[in-house]
């Protein structure tokens, strides 16, 4: 089991920054990569960034640029520093965590934290 706490959520104006924290407790040997994700009412979860548990990160176009994730092994930590929001990056956002499935090359189990919100006012 792994449990994920989010902390740095709040509000921002326009073109503001603001930067999330997410440490992991239980068995996090067993974790390989992790990411943040966000979601809005009535729409899906998307991610936002990742990153493996050697480094490899990965953004959708829409924050490249502004967004950079990074991890501190050693703390069990993955953070986001998030520059130039826009008003509609306002979301909950979900720290994540992969972990393999025994017996598997590819599956994975995710788990989720409980989320933070981000208020981004125009």
Known sequence: QVMLVESGG???QAGGSLRLSCTA???TASINAMGWYRQ???KQR???ATITNRGLTNYPDSVKGRFTVSRDNAKNSVYLDMS???PEETAVYYCGADVPL???TSAIRR???QGTEVTVSS
Do not use: A, D, F, Q
Request: hydrophobic share 25%.
């Open 111 to 113: 788990y989720w934290g």
């Open 10 to 12: 709040g509000l921002v």
């Open 46 to 48: 998307e991610p936002v």
């Open 25 to 27: 407790s239980g068995t």
């Open 84 to 86: 130039r929001l826009k």
């Open 40 to 42: 809005t009412p009535g």
């Open 102 to 104: 025994k017996g598997s």
